[in-house]
């Protein structure tokens, strides 16, 4: 809970983010299972502010659609034509007072497509702003490279923030400043209100800056303060697909590093990716070559990878899960999954279940112990606990219009290649033989054998294929029989 609330949050996401080259609308792409502007107002939400507005323009009905999916607490303001961040930030205050809030007290400004920002941050700059008593706080970073950025201007006496002079409007020596812009400020909301009104447009691009605004507060004798970031890649903003490459990076780097740090094992962080929502207990360990998305959650010493992408999907404490593809999926404790199984939405696995190699299962409740060891689909099914399915079965579910059920009981033994043509229920203690078309129910502790009869014609080889090595080899086994068996002379025959 945070002590220093601001009244109110804006968002500024209007712009229509051009090189990004993509049909979607750029606070719509998404890096770590949530979109650049979800991270903003993830972010924006840790201060409990009492209004958080979003300014929307470009894309408007899609990024309004996505807030309310997301976060439905929040407004939308929008700006029709994109005349600034001054004028966006005007557009997101006259919508709250539209909606009657007051702006008494702080008002945060934060740009939509700078996702690695992170609440703590913001908290630092807000409560700089309360104990400095400042009109406005900028958050600054010192960068390697600061083209294009807005450059903060400080008097040389007493080192306070006099302007900050956009890229395209600055000097040579301006340009020569490494201490940049953010784009994220506290301010006063009444003061913020007031200066907005009188910023000019007689700029290089035209356009209303907020960071005007700076020097109109300033100049009317408020106080103006910095708070500068402590680690400047947190202020990346995102304009094109590298900057999105780049920042998903380091907020995989930033999610892996306080996974380690709280007692998870990641053998090749470089080759691992998570999303924001997954989670860990200690002890877990993530092979090679492992995504994990949503809100996948991984239990004590449960070891997944090498080779797994997993999506919503929970693995139990001290379960195993190799080379495996998983979405919505419940593993077990000391469950055992793959290599080569394929999870679907609706699997849930018992304590010590395993499904094994080749292995396919959709909405399938396996019980405690029970196990489908290789190449095999089970899709709509129930099965009991301590229970284990033949090599090769199928789980018939399907018959061309509706799904349908298969329900197997506990302590079953089913055979190798069997069908189970659903709706079809195999009581308790069943077994099936191998090979069987399983179309009618099985009553506890039968045998169900459902296969065409095995017949035996002797001598069929020697008669059909007279002089081939089967019929050579045959006639070797013959008791009692003195030919050699093919291959042991230089002409064995028969090949073709
Ligand atoms: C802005 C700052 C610059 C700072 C940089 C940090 C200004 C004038 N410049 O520059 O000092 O170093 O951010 O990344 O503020 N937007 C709107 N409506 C508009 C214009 C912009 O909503 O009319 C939104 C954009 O969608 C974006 C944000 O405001 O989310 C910043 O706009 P952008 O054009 O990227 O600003 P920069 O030129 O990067
Ligand atoms: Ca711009």
Redesign the pocket.
Known sequence: MSANRPAAVVV????E?TRMKSATPK?LHSLCGRSLVGHVVAAARELEPEHLVV?V?HAREQVTEHLAEIDPGTRTAV?HE???????VRMGLEELARSGAALEGTVVVV????PLLTGGTLQRLADAHTSDSNAVTVLTAEVPDST???RIVRDPADGAVTA?V?HKDATEAQRAITE????VFAFDGRLLTDALGKVRTDNSQG?E???DVLGILREAGHRVGAAVAADHRE?L?I?NRVQLADARGLLNERLLREAMLSGVTVMDPASTWVDVAVTFEPDAVVHPGTQLHGSTHLAANSEVGPGCTLTDTVVGAGARVVNTVADGAEIGAEASVGPYAYLRPGTRLGTKAKAGTYVEMKNAKIGDGTKVPHLSYVGDATIGEYSNIGAASVFVNYDGVSKHHTTIGSHCRTGSDNMFVAPVTIGDGAYTAAGSVITKDVPPGSLAVARGQQRNIEGWVARKRPGSAAAQAAAAARPGSSSPKPGEEGEAGGGH
């Open positions: 500024l996401a209007a712009g983010g606070v300014v323009g700006q994109q005349n600034g961040t001054g004028h966006a740009c939509g497509d700078t294009g950025y807005g900050i956009e940049i812009n953010s784009g356009e800056y907020l960071t202020i903003g304009n």
